[in-house]
């Protein structure tokens, strides 16, 4: 255990310090995690590096902004939540940056979201296509209400968008992930 709380102790000297090697670490420990994020926003690959390079800057830039406890496994559990939401802002403001305007949606059609059993065999490659293959507003409310757990509310204020338009574009999104799966089961 003296080991890891060493380990621990290096890692927080290190960041506090703007220690290249200790980011070296970090950035390679966390860089896949990361990229699994951008991915669901981005289709371009490149784009989606380019996010998670950002969101690293941010991070090592505002590491006093990071709030921790003192042991190692709530560090990393507190320390990967927090690089998630740096990296989730990223993406927005990256998406919002390439958008001039937003257009939206002022009406929420009431849909009901049935319930689609999903078989073994879907891989996450096969997810993010049917992710990628829906409009980029549809999918980034869709990520940002059923993956990363923001509320209505904190959509429409992200995005700047109504609160009816995010309902309106989660269930036209979920309608098209339900016809795109459906399509490649009769594919396959």
Same mark, same amino acid.
């Given at each position: 255990?003296?080991?890891?709380?060493?380990?621990?102790?290096?890692?927080?000297?290190?960041?506090?310090?703007?220690?290249?090697?200790?980011?070296?670490?970090?950035?390679?420990?966390?860089?896949?995690?990361?990229?699994?994020?951008?991915?669901?926003?981005?289709?371009?690959?490149?784009?989606?590096?380019?996010?998670?390079?950002?969101?690293?800057?941010?991070?090592?830039?505002?590491?006093?902004?990071?709030?921790?406890?003192?042991?190692?496994?709530?560090?990393?559990?507190?320390?990967? &939540?927090? #690089?998630?939401? +740096?990296? %989730?802002?990223? @993406?927005?403001?990256?998406?919002?940056?390439? *958008?001039?305007? !937003?257009?939206?949606?002022?009406?929420?059609?009431?849909?009901?979201?049935?319930?689609?059993?999903?078989?073994?065999?879907?891989?996450?490659?096969?997810?993010?296509?049917?992710?990628?293959?829906?409009?980029?507003?549809?999918?980034?409310?869709?990520?940002?209400?059923?993956?990363?757990?923001?509320?209505?509310?904190?959509? &429409?204020? #992200?995005?700047? +968008?109504? %609160?009816?338009? @995010?309902?309106?574009?989660?269930?036209?999104? *979920?309608?098209? !992930?339900?016809?795109?799966?459906?399509?490649?089961?009769?594919?396959?």
């Amino acid at each position: 255990m003296d080991n890891k709380n060493t380990v621990f102790q290096e890692i927080i000297a290190g960041l506090a310090a703007r220690d290249e090697r200790i980011q070296e670490r970090i950035y390679i420990h966390y860089w896949g995690y990361l990229m699994g994020i951008s991915t669901r926003y981005f289709k371009d690959r490149n784009a989606a590096k380019e996010v998670v390079n950002d969101s690293f800057m941010k991070a090592f830039k505002t590491m006093y902004d990071f709030r921790h406890d003192h042991n190692l496994i709530d560090f990393q559990k507190t320390f990967k &939540a927090w #690089l998630a939401k +740096i990296t %989730v802002r990223t @993406s927005l403001d990256r998406i919002r940056a390439n *958008k001039s305007v !937003l257009t939206y949606v002022d009406d929420y059609e009431d849909g009901t979201v049935g319930y689609v059993e999903v078989e073994e065999k879907l891989f996450a490659e096969d997810i993010l296509k049917l992710l990628h293959s829906i409009p980029d507003l549809h999918r980034t409310v869709f990520n940002l209400y059923e993956i990363e757990g923001f509320s209505h509310d904190e959509i &429409a204020s #992200l995005l700047t +968008i109504p %609160v009816s338009s @995010s309902r309106t574009y989660l269930t036209r999104a *979920k309608q098209k !992930l339900r016809e795109l799966y459906k399509k490649s089961i009769d594919i396959n």
